[in-house]
């Protein structure tokens, strides 16, 4: 069964830093992994993305902050959050191929 865990979302402050985890199952690791954040009220955003190259692309608000990463020998698809502000505060999605969607997990920045 294709599926996609995220985890590692929660309350931090202005400047802080989380990673979140995409745990990947039923599919190849070897794809494009995307992340995506939906802020309250608001349409859902894309933010990074991985290639099967393991390329990479950052919208232009988190380019420089974040990093996504992949571990091909554990499943696994990361996105690493620094220097984290009110602005990213939402729900961040894993997708692949924005064909398969995870839960979400909360992101709740504090000013």
């Known amino acids: 069964q294709e599926r996609l865990v995220e985890s590692g979302g929660g309350l931090v402050q202005a400047g802080g830093s989380l990673r979140l985890a995409c745990t990947v199952s039923?599919?190849?690791?070897?794809?494009?992994f995307a992340w995506y954040r939906q802020a309250p009220g608001k349409q859902r955003d894309w933010v990074a993305s991985?290639?099967?190259?393991?390329?990479?692309n950052y919208a232009d608000s988190v380019r420089g902050r974040f990093t996504i990463s992949r571990d091909n020998f554990n499943n696994m698809v990361y996105l690493q959050m620094d220097s984290l502000n009110s602005e990213d505060t939402g729900v961040y999605y894993c997708?692949?191929?924005?064909?398969?969607w995870g839960q979400g997990t909360q992101v709740t920045v504090s000013s």
């Open positions: 991985i290639a099967v190259s393991g390329g990479t």
């Open positions: 997708t692949s191929r924005e064909r398969i």
């Open positions: 039923g599919i190849p690791i070897a794809n494009h």
